[in-house]
C-alpha cells in the first residue's frame, strides 16, 4: 500500500486534469494485460492491422502489463484539458540523462519484466539507454504514430466520458468535501487524518512536500491506479473515470426505425450517441456532420425535452434526458 501524506497547503492545491498521453501510455498497458480481453476488448479488436509491428514491440517493452511505468512517458498536464501534441513534446523535451535512467530501471525492475520474451526486451531496453537521444527521438516516433492509429478516432468518445467524470467529482467534492471525494473515487483509495492510501503490490511513504495533488481519470487504467510522485512535477493519482463500462457500447438506431422515421435518421443519431455529455465539436467528429448541421438538431432536441444542455467552460456539452432514453430505448433497431 501507497501512503501520501497531504499537508494542509497540499489539500489546497488538489486539481484534476485530463491527459491524452496517459491514455496512450496506459492503452499499450491494456493491449498487452487481461484487461484488454473483457473491458476494452471491442476496441482492441478494432485496431486490426493498423499497428505496426516494430512499433508495437518498443511500445510494450516501455510499457508492461504490471509494474514500473517510466516517468518520462506520463508528464503532468499543466491544464485541466491538455492536448496529445502538448504531452508530446514535454516528453521530447526530456534530458536524456533522465530517460536512460529510467530505462535502466525498468530493464531490472523485477515485475515489469516477468512474462516471456524478458531477454529480447532487456536488451533492446539497454540499446537505447546506451544512446538515450536516438531513443528519445524514437519513442516520440512511435508514440505519434500510435496515437493517430489506435487513440485519436476515439478520442471524442473517450474525452466525453473524462469530462463526465470531472463533472460528477466536483459535484462529489461540493456536496461531500475531500472525504466524499475520495471515498468514491476507486475501490483502491481510501482517505484518512490527512493521508491518502492506494492499494499496491508494495509498501511506500511519500510527503508531497506541498507539491499540491493532480487527479487524472483515465479510461485506460482501469482496473489499476497509478501513482506517480517523483520530481520533477506535480504528485500525480491516476484512476479509471465513473461509467467506464458503457464506453465501448454502440447504441446505433437502425435507418429504418420507427424512431428514426419520426426524429429523421440524423437526429436519431444524434440521440442515440448522447448517452455521454458531449459538445457539437465531438458530435461532429463521431457522426462526421457538419457543426452547423448539428447545431440546428440539437436546438430542436433540446427544445423538445429530449436532450438537456449545460456549459462546460467555452464549450456547451449536450446530454440525452430521460425522456431521450425512454424513446430510444422503445426504438426497435
Known amino acids: 500500500m501507497i501512503h501520501l501524506h497531504l499537508s494542509t497547503e497540499d489539500l489546497s492545491r488538489i486539481r484534476f486534469a485530463i491527459s ?28 486490426g492491422g ?39 513534446a514535454e516528453v521530447a523535451a526530456t534530458d536524456p540523462a533522465a530517460v536512460a535512467g529510467q530505462l535502466a530501471h525498468l530493464a531490472d525492475h523485477r515485475v515489469a519484466q516477468r512474462g516471456p520474451g524478458g531477454t529480447r526486451r532487456t536488451a533492446l531496453l539497454r540499446d537505447l539507454v546506451a544512446a538515450p537521444e536516438a531513443a528519445l527521438v524514437r519513442i ?22 473524462l469530462q463526465a467524470d470531472l463533472t460528477y467529482r466536483l459535484e ?14 476507486h475501490p483502491l483509495v ?17 510527503d508531497l512536500r506541498h507539491r499540491g495533488l493532480l487527479l487524472v481519470p ?37 435507418h429504418d426505425s420507427p424512431l428514426a422515421v419520426v426524429l429523421g435518421r440524423s437526429r436519431a443519431a444524434i440521440l442515440a450517441q448522447l448517452d ?14 457538419a457543426a452547423p448541421t448539428l ?17 462546460d467552460g467555452r464549450s456547451v456539452l449536450y446530454h440525452r434526458t430521460s425522456l431521450g432514453d425512454s424513446l430510444l430505448g422503445g426504438a426497435p433497431g
Open 20 to 47: 491524452p498521453m496517459k491514455e496512450v501510455v496506459t492503452s499499450v498497458r491494456a493491449l498487452s494485460a487481461d484487461s484488454a480481453t473483457r473491458l476494452h476488448a471491442p476496441w482492441a479488436r478494432q485496431l
Open 50 to 88: 493498423r499497428l505496426a509491428e516494430d512499433d508495437l514491440d518498443l511500445l510494450t517493452a516501455l510499457v508492461r502489463p504490471a509494474g514500473y511505468i517510466p516517468d518520462f512517458l506520463m508528464p503532468s498536464p499543466s491544464q485541466r484539458l491538455s492536448s496529445f501534441e502538448a504531452g508530446l
Open 140 to 161: 516520440v516516433a512511435v508514440l505519434e504514430r500510435y496515437w493517430r492509429a489506435a487513440v485519436a478516432p476515439y478520442w471524442p468518445r473517450i474525452r466525453a466520458l
Open 172 to 185: 462529489e467534492l461540493a456536496s461531500g468535501g475531500l472525504r466524499q471525494l475520495f471515498r468514491t473515487l
Open 190 to 206: 481510501s482517505f484518512h487524518d490527512d493521508t491518502l492510501r492506494i492499494v499496491k503490490y508494495y509498501e511506500g511513504h511519500a
Open 218 to 254: 483515465c479510461v485506460f487504467a482501469w482496473p489499476d491506479v497509478i501513482v506517480r510522485t517523483a520530481d520533477p512535477g506535480t504528485p500525480t493519482v491516476t484512476y479509471s473515470p465513473r461509467g467506464l463500462g458503457r464506453l465501448w457500447e454502440s447504441s446505433a438506431v437502425a
Open 276 to 289: 455521454l455529455p458531449m459538445s457539437t465539436t465531438q458530435l461532429a467528429c463521431q457522426l462526421d456532420l
Open 295 to 311: 447545431s440546428v438538431h440539437l436546438k430542436a432536441l433540446h427544445g423538445a425535452g429530449i436532450v438537456s444542455a449545460r456549459r
